[in-house]
Structures are given as C-alpha cells and as structure tokens.
C-alpha cells in the first residue's frame, strides 16, 4: 500500500527558505519510484486547494505563477523522496502543503485543477509565513 509522508514545514520569517520533504513508502507491483508522477499542492484556510509544483515521471516540471523563481521541485529516486525548496518566502505562501503521487495520471496536468484526480495524497506539513 502506498503511503506518502510530509515534513520539513515550520514557521518563518518572510524572505526565509524552507525545505520539504516526502517520502513514498510501498509500491505497486510492477512499478517504481522513477516512473511516478508527483507533486505538491497547498492550501490555505478559507481557500480552494491549489497546485504548487509538479514533476512527471519524464522529468516534465510545472510551477504555479506565484512560486516561479523561487521555489524548486526535486526528487530523488534512489531514496523515495520528493522534494520542494521554497526561498524567498512570502506570507502568501502560508497553507498546509500536501504531497501527492499517481502511478498512471500526469501530475502536471492536475495542476489547474489543484492535483484533483491524483490517487495517493499524504497528512500534509504546515508552513506558516511570517511578516
């Protein structure tokens, strides 16, 4: 069964960095971790949950507007791990921040509609922006 697991959010000065982390735990028979699409999505209190950055199994990546340039997706397969470096933290980017992961779908392409559809989601990991 396939488990993702956040971590790495805090509470941070604005113009501050974090880095999360997650880590998928089990596969699916036939399947591995390179050939998974992934992605992070955020949502804020009040707010509709929205795409953050996405990475396909190909190596396709895409940003939301309001991240370009300061935020980067990686991962790496050998350790499971999906990652999100966040610098130049803005107050707006306060929200709970959820790892998902889809063995068939394309991450990128549930961006718009806020990782609607991917099959594997993980508790998420506050992040907290303060001015």
């Known amino acids: 069964q396939v488990q993702l697991v956040e971590s790495g959010g805090g509470s941070v000065q604005a113009g501050g960095s974090l880095r999360l982390s997650c880590v998928m735990y089990?596969?699916?028979?036939?399947?591995?971790?390179?050939?998974?699409?992934l992605g992070w999505f955020r949502q804020a209190p009040g707010k509709e949950r929205e795409g953050v950055a996405t990475i396909d199994s190909d190596g396709t990546t895409m940003y939301a507007d309001s991240v370009k340039g300061r935020f980067t997706i990686s991962k790496d397969n050998a350790k499971n791990t999906l990652y999100l470096l966040m610098n130049n933290l803005k107050p707006e980017d306060t929200a709970m921040y959820y790892c998902?992961?889809?063995?068939?779908?394309?991450?990128?392409?549930?961006?718009?509609?806020?990782?609607?559809?991917?099959?594997?989601w993980g508790k998420g990991t506050l992040v907290t922006i303060s001015s």
């Open positions: 089990g596969y699916t028979y036939g399947y591995t971790y390179s050939s998974v699409s």
């Open positions: 998902a992961a889809d063995l068939f779908r394309s991450a990128v392409a549930t961006m718009a509609h806020g990782g609607g559809g991917m099959e594997y």
